[in-house]
């Protein structure tokens, strides 16, 4: 009986895990640049014991985190400094971080950074700084400014994205064994990209896997409910 308990927790763990990983989808429904998440489980049997009518029962247990990378939304905002990826890359960031997020801005210095504060890679391979001007990001990523080019913005991709790590809302880095590679996407200016999150589609799993939690808490009750009595009716013989 205790292992029924042990299948039913094992279930509603697994099930909160996704509550939490849907609420933060949710919460970010409205971040430019954000990659919904959902949590990936593996299966294993529980040793089978001989001479037991009972079949072999499933355990499961929370496996990875996976990324949907798949595009947003493209949102017009007529910023000229807002940027979006056709297609597949990212953008480079200082610490060999990577987003998606494009809506850029320059700092005191003239450096083109993120929304953390975190300069912009060039082409080169070195922080964007501008000079003071009108500045025109082109298709290709080309960066003028006052009709002079000043850089280029650095757009990478990689083989296997499924492995990048978060690093904060729409912020990734790569493990050391994941390289990046020169894109050759173009990018849309004055636009930025939305999260791909669909929020009805996210409230909709919230219900049902908040169903399945329940169902699994009763399952446990339910368990030790039965173990108790058990125990109880053992005693009084």
Not at 47 to 62: G, L, Q, T, W
Not at 151 to 179: H, N, S
Not at 200 to 218: L, S
Request: cysteine-free; hydrophobic content about 35%; proline content about 5%.
């Amino acid at each position: 009986m205790y292992k029924g308990i042990y299948i039913a927790a094992s279930g509603a763990i697994l099930k909160d895990a996704e509550l939490s990983l849907t609420a933060r989808n949710i919460a970010n429904a409205s971040t430019p640049g954000y990659k919904k998440e959902r949590t990936s489980f593996s299966s294993y049997l529980l040793p089978f014991a001989e001479n037991i009518s009972n079949p072999e029962r499933v355990m499961v247990e929370k496996g990875k985190t996976l990324t949907d990378f798949s595009a947003g939304d493209f949102i017009k905002t007529g910023n000229p400094l807002d940027v979006a990826i056709e297609g597949d890359g990212f953008f480079v960031l200082e610490g060999e971080k990577y987003t998606r997020r494009g809506d850029f801005r320059l700092d005191e210095d003239g450096y083109l950074i993120n929304i953390d504060g975190l300069k912009v890679m060039g082409a080169d391979k070195t922080p964007l700084q501008l000079p003071q001007g009108r500045v025109e990001i082109g298709s290709g990523g080309n960066i003028v400014v006052d009709g002079k080019t000043a850089g280029r913005l650095r757009i990478v991709d990689f083989p296997q994205p499924y492995k990048l790590i978060l690093a904060g809302e729409a912020t990734y880095l790569a493990p050391a064994e994941l390289k990046p590679v020169e894109s050759s996407s173009r990018v849309s200016p004055g636009v930025i990209e939305g999260s791909n999150v669909n929020i009805i589609k996210e409230m909709v799993g919230m219900i049902k896997t908040t169903r399945e939690f329940e169902t699994y808490q009763k399952m446990i009750q339910a368990f030790d409910s039965a173990t108790s009595k058990a125990l109880n009716e053992i005693g009084r013989i």
